[in-house]
């Protein structure tokens, strides 16, 4: 028989999302908790023993009280043995006087949801297993030491799996050039002697897919994405250990909203066309998209390319555009903006008809708009 755990962490419950205008705000602050949701029903459905959030279950140290409730409430339909929730850096405990967590437990008492705010280990055995995890909290929102330390002087039985639960940066895997984020290396787990280490706090997931044996450590990345700075759909880890070590993981997807930014160059019609397709291939009732278009175009394509925003705008959840989109230089153009005669307009018409030099023409219109708007 195997251990079965589902890993979770930085699911950042209490995210205001105030950018957002209020529809769009209250979708995404419910996808935080209808994803938690999906992933305690899969791990029922695949009988999990545990589940794992290895840190920043919330956003933050001053998470409304019925935020932490509901969140409790959601996890407490788990029907394995345990969810162990680690204080990370955004829901740190300071101490017995933490607010949060004195909340979190009083919404957790009789359920099988266990706060880990303190380094404890922590042992279960049935028929299926026997493990001790070996939990590591964050005590502060910064820290320029890593908590995983005093792992490697504890005693390890041989007839247990012995699993740590940490939360901070990864040298090689996330940046923390400052040292300010519990910076730990792979030396660090090495030296702890455990089979695995399950850990938070960066939002992309760790081993890469298709990496096979046992690895490491895991990172799950976000459970469903929270800006355009994460371009993955959330992830949670499915893994289930031999009481030889022997490991098997799934990368599960958690997520059901997709933030996108697009960067895209428009030149002529076919470009347009090309980026209308491409923002039709997203699932918009779902997806949260920021344009961010660049090129020169004619007046009759600026044109098109506006009627086909205005088209599929509405259709998703959110949708931003940022445009730095230059009319295409002609004849025509240069005579609407400059009267014939003038310096401007003999000197653009000159650049125009060289057709060695196809961008000098557009250069000097921007250097004479610059110098007219000085």
């Given amino acids: 028989m195997s251990l079965r755990i589902l890993h979770t962490a930085d699911n950042h419950?209490?995210?205001?999302?105030?950018?957002?205008?209020?529809?769009?705000?209250?979708?995404?602050?419910e996808e935080r908790f209808a994803s938690l949701e999906r992933m305690v029903t899969t791990a029922n459905v695949r009988k999990a023993h545990f589940i794992v959030v290895a840190g920043d279950l919330f956003d933050k140290t001053t998470v409304i009280k019925t935020q932490i409730e509901r969140a409790v409430k959601v996890l407490g339909k788990f029907e394995g043995e345990a969810v162990l929730v680690l204080a990370g850096n955004h829901d740190f405990c300071e101490g017995p006087d933490s607010k949060l967590w004195k909340q979190f437990r009083a919404a957790a008492d009789g359920s099988c949801v266990i706060a880990l705010t303190e380094p404890?280990?922590?042992?279960?055995?049935?028929?299926?297993?026997k493990v001790r995890y070996y939990a590591c909290p964050c005590p502060s929102k910064h820290g320029k030491e890593h908590t995983?330390?005093?792992?490697?002087?504890?005693?390890?039985?041989?007839d247990k799996l012995h699993i740590g639960i940490a939360h901070g940066n990864v040298e090689g895997l996330g940046l923390?050039?400052?040292q300010r984020y519990f910076n730990m290396a792979e030396k660090d787990f090495r030296n702890a002697g455990l089979h695995t280490w399950l850990l938070g706090?960066?939002?992309v997931s760790a081993p890469a897919p298709g990496t096979t044996g046992r690895p490491l450590y895991f990172m799950p990345g976000i459970h469903t994405p929270d800006s355009v700075k994460c371009s993955h759909p959330g992830y949670a880890w499915?893994?289930?250990?031999?009481?030889d070590g022997t490991c098997r993981h799934e990368q599960l997807t958690t997520g059901a909203l997709r933030f996108v930014r697009l960067n895209h160059e428009l030149h002529h019609a076919n470009d347009i066309?090309?980026?209308q397709t491409k923002c039709e291939s997203f699932d918009a009732p779902n997806t949260i998209l920021d344009l961010q278009l660049s090129g020169r175009l004619r007046?009759?394509?600026?044109?098109?390319?506006?009627?086909?925003?205005?088209?599929i705008g509405p259709a998703f959840l959110n949708f931003s555009q940022e445009r730095n989109i230059a009319p295409v230089l002609d004849a025509a153009a240069i005579s609407k903006r400059f009267p014939e005669g003038t310096l401007p307009s003999a000197l653009l018409q000159a650049l125009l008809s060289d057709e060695a030099r196809p961008g000098d023409a557009h250069l000097a219109l921007d250097i004479i708009e610059t110098v007219q708007k000085s």
């Fill in 299 to 311: 007046e009759d394509e600026i044109a098109e390319l506006n009627s086909m925003l205005n088209d």
């Fill in 13 to 29: 419950i209490g995210l205001s999302f105030n950018q957002y205008p209020e529809a769009v705000r209250e979708r995404l602050i």
């Fill in 273 to 275: 066309r090309e980026l």
């Fill in 120 to 129: 404890v280990t922590k042992e279960f055995e049935s028929d299926d297993y």
């Fill in 176 to 178: 923390d050039a400052d």
């Fill in 238 to 243: 499915w893994i289930e250990m031999d009481a």
């Fill in 148 to 158: 995983i330390g005093w792992v490697a002087d504890e005693e390890k039985r041989s």
């Fill in 201 to 203: 706090h960066i939002h």
